[in-house]
């Protein structure tokens, strides 16, 4: 998520680049599913993974969304689980909207779950307790109203001028880790959602006038019906639009599609050569996205942007143009790499995917417009704003969870102070060092869940050292505790 309009970037020889050409449409390259081809092997490296089996019914002039799911669950942990969740994020008030779930079934028997969390968690208790490597399936109907304004959040699920934005949609299971369920109500700033990969099977049916965007691959519409594949991903979100602008590129094996309002056109060209060139820094700095597709797409959250899997939403706010929409999809591209393939927990460490998105984006600046440039954002942007903290005795430690900000603060010190650490890192290092860390990182916890401890131990790996000082001073430090 980008979530402060803080960034204004109107550095001089910093312009957006230059509107292409319109492209022919693309080839689309070699696919097996949702996964380029040579990734195909991936889809069998996760075998305890959940499995989402999925019907939606979109029904935009009702702002309503009727369902049905089945997930088949293995308990992948080393203990037995007394107890399974499923997530309701619509009921939470940053969502603002009202999931209903009824004729819940587990392994064919009907249960019935206590509602939690202001119904926005189910706790479903398991008799006996499901062994380690212990499969259930749970099978269920839902139904979610859709609010016009989205609740206290950045309008995750809403339905804004014919833009219906569905986040979270369907009920999720939670992740289980050495804390347990991790069950929680976050803060409507910053993001709410942890969870594991999983493979997604999604039928969507909508008017034939809409046009969906969403997670994953999906089939050529035929009468307001589609079918959607996603794997391994942590989640599955769509939009739809009665019409969308749209036009593609292929950069490295991945087909980047840009959705914009058709009297947004132009921006949807810059926004597309941004993300082509952000997934091409990105692929060449880090290593390759699995998937067959990403899209990004213009909607009414007042976010700048967020980011879900395969899938980045843009505020229409930006879309007339200029540096800041050039940042945000720039960092939200990045969650991709950041939250996406490597996930963490949003919720308690979100400087693990939020700082290290920003970095990224200074990357792609880097990489896009030179050194020069970037040391001009590295000093304003992170240097001066976390001098400014420390001014005004605000500094606070960059690793703590988003309820331990306030809104300006988590924006402040996690995004401008937290980028810190990793240029310190790489200026210890040197770049070789630097640039091999983040490929080990990233090759090591693919699809999986990165701790703190994940990235000093790929530190440690590449460069014989984790350089704890500066985890330290960077992230567990500040001037003002
Ligand atoms: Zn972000």
């Not at 804390?179 to 039928?203: H, I, K, L, M, Q």
């Not at 594949?229 to 989640?235: F, K, T």
């Amino acid at each position: 998520m980008f979530v402060a309009f803080w960034m204004l970037l109107l550095l001089a020889g910093c312009s957006p680049p230059s509107t292409p050409a319109p492209t022919p449409q693309p080839t689309a390259p070699q696919a097996v599913g949702p996964l380029r081809a040579e990734f195909a092997a991936d889809l069998d490296a996760l075998p305890a993974a959940p499995r989402y089996a999925i019907d939606l019914d979109v029904n935009p002039a009702a702002a309503r969304v009727t369902g049905q799911q089945q997930v088949r669950y293995t308990n992948a942990e080393e203990v037995p689980l007394e107890e399974l969740y499923l997530r309701l994020f619509p009921n939470t008030p940053a969502y603002g909207g009202a999931m209903t779930v009824t004729h819940l079934l587990l392994d064919g028997q009907p249960v019935t779950p206590t509602a939690e969390l202001g119904g926005s968690a189910l706790r479903l208790d398991l008799e006996p307790a499901l062994a380690p490597g212990a499969v259930v399936t749970l099978s269920m109907n839902f139904t979610v109203s859709v609010s016009a304004g989205g609740g206290l959040g950045y309008a995750q699920l809403a339905l804004i001028d014919g833009v219906m934005s569905l986040a979270n949609v369907y009920p999720l299971i939670p992740v289980y880790d050495d804390e347990g369920w991790n069950v929680e109500v976050a803060p409507p700033y910053g993001d709410a959602v942890y969870s594991d990969c999983g493979f997604y099977t999604v039928r969507v049916s909508a008017p034939p006038t809409e046009t969906l965007v969403a997670s994953g691959s999906c089939s050529v519409p035929a009468q307001g019906q589609w079918s959607c594949v996603a794997a391994p991903v942590r989640d599955f979100a769509l939009v739809l639009r009665a019409g969308y602008w749209r036009e593609s590129r292929v950069v490295d094996g991945v087909t980047v599609n840009s959705y914009a309002y058709p009297d947004d056109e132009e921006g949807g060209r810059l926004v597309l050569q941004v993300a082509a060139d952000a997934v091409a820094a990105y692929t060449d700095l880090f290593g390759p996205y699995p998937y067959a597709e990403l899209d990004v797409v213009e909607t009414g959250t007042r976010a700048g942007g967020i980011e879900y899997p395969g899938l980045v939403v843009i505020s229409d706010q930006l879309y007339g143009g200029g540096n800041r929409l050039e940042w945000v999809v720039a960092h939200e591209v990045a969650h991709q790499w950041w939250y996406g393939v490597v996930g963490n927990d949003q919720v308690d460490e979100p400087w693990l995917d939020e700082a290290l998105a920003q970095y990224s984006t200074l990357l792609y600046y880097e990489a896009t417009y030179g050194a020069e440039t970037a040391a001009s954002i590295v000093e304003r942007d992170f240097v001066q704003a976390h001098q400014s903290l420390v001014a005004t005795r605000q500094d606070r430690a960059v690793g703590l969870p988003v309820s331990a900000y306030d809104q300006p603060l988590y924006s402040s010190v996690v995004y401008r102070k937290g980028p810190l650490y990793f240029h310190a890192l790489r200026g210890e290092v040197g770049d070789e060092l630097f640039f091999d860390i983040m490929r080990t990182y990233y090759r090591r916890n693919r699809y999986g869940i990165a701790t703190p401890e994940s990235f000093l131990a790929a530190v440690q790996i590449v460069t014989g050292d984790a350089h704890e000082g500066l985890y330290e001073e960077w992230i567990l430090g500040a001037a003002n505790p």
